[in-house]
């Protein structure tokens, strides 16, 4: 049990990891569970449980490394393990960064798309936007009113589901069909993004409060209700039938009307813009720091590494603009791979006892944790490999 001070300790460092946990649930990992009930119905629900263990094993590491160091997981390769190691590490960094850009403009496109917004129109004007927020830093103020913007997008799901109410699906199915293997890989792909620990890392070690057990008890939290979020959109994009296949803008558009009215694609929309935009300022606190600190630069210039890496990012967005949903699932099974190298470099300095002393990982924590890395790839594998085949 929790005594009165420790309650107030956990108060005052919260916030990382539950914010990292909130951004995780951006536009692609909504679009993912909405195609995985639209196609499965409650089939997949089983997996999402499942994924609740790796993410916390992953994210726990990530909280438990900046609440011991206070440094973020670049700055730690580079005074440990070599300046020309960390900046190898710099560039899978700044890839992920890319992508997961990406990710984001593709799901900001499609909310604001829902509205009639043009996707030129929405991308350009989001990258003014947020790069003017980076430049000026108004992190804490945003972060805010974005988290009670997006909430309207998860309460318009839970309201759906209530009005709609339980179905009788199946909520355990497992099929060897390559759609089937997809779908897997794209969730496991959306529940650990690549930005989530670079971001939990840093922004855990700049909460100087924060402690190993404080950031446990949130990384579960977190956890939990982020996945309990994904189970009830997949439940209520059960009623978005349209075969095995993907959804398209319109058929996105008209399912949800059907279901919650007409004004469901506005919340939709508005909602899935929110929580994109979310991600990117959590992107760019997370990722970009990650790279500076590898290079050895301070994290006030990290403001160039975002700058630099968004405009591929915006670029590639508009070049895929004209199949938003298919682009944001084969992006979720790419960030499967793109997370090994961070998370196998996270693990190593998890264990390493020279940089996390006595909360180094060892016995049932480390075993989790490799098993947990080795299952999220193994999925992954699996969609490819089936797709050759």
Do not use: C
């Not at 794209?186 to 909460?207: C, L």
């Amino acid at each position: 049990m929790l005594g009165g001070r420790n309650i107030r300790d956990v108060a005052r460092a919260f916030g990382p990891a539950w914010l990292v946990m909130i951004a995780d649930v951006d536009a692609a990992s909504v679009v993912t569970a909405a195609e995985t009930g639209a196609i499965f119905h409650y089939g997949l629900i089983w997996l999402l449980i499942v994924l609740t263990v790796p993410l916390f094993f992953i994210q726990e590491a990530s909280g438990r490394i900046g609440a011991v160091t206070h440094k973020g997981l670049g700055e730690i390769v580079r005074e440990n393990y070599s300046r020309n190691v960390a900046l190898l590490a710099a560039v899978p960094m700044a890839l992920t960064d890319v992508l997961t850009y990406i990710a984001e403009y593709l799901g900001i496109a499609l909310g604001l798309g829902l509205l009639g917004i043009p996707v030129v129109v929405s991308v350009l004007g989001t990258y003014v936007l947020h790069v003017a927020l980076v430049y000026k830093r108004k992190y804490a103020v945003v972060e805010k009113v974005m988290l009670g913007i997006s909430a309207v997008l998860l309460l318009s799901y839970f309201v759906s589901l209530v009005m709609r109410g339980a179905m009788s699906y199946n909520p355990f199915y497992i099929s060897s069909s390559p759609m089937f293997l997809f779908i897997v890989a794209a969730n496991a792909g959306a529940v650990v993004m690549p930005f989530m620990p670079f971001y939990q890392a840093s922004a855990t070690a700049e909460k100087k409060l924060a402690t190993v057990s404080s950031s446990r008890l949130e990384t579960l939290l977190g956890a939990v209700v982020s996945e309990v979020l994904m189970i009830i959109i997949v439940m209520v994009s059960s009623g978005l039938d349209h075969g095995l296949d993907f959804f398209t803008e319109q058929q996105l558009s008209s399912g949800l009307m059907n279901i919650a009215g007409q004004y469901a694609p506005w919340l939709f929309g508005i909602g899935l813009f929110a929580a994109s935009f979310l991600a990117l300022v959590v992107i760019s606190l997370g990722s970009a720091w990650g790279v500076v600190e590898a290079i050895g630069w301070h994290r006030n210039r990290a403001f160039v590494i975002y700058f630099l890496e968004s405009i591929p990012a915006v670029i590639v967005t508009l070049m895929l603009s004209g199949n938003l949903l298919s682009s944001i699932l084969n992006l979720m099974v790419a960030f499967v791979f793109v997370l090994i190298a961070p998370a196998v470099m996270m693990g190593l300095i998890a264990s390493n006892p020279k940089i996390m002393g006595v909360h180094s990982s060892s016995g049932g924590w480390k075993i989790a944790y490799w098993l947990s890395l080795i299952f999220v790839v193994i999925l992954g594998v699996i969609s490819v490999v089936s797709s050759i085949v």
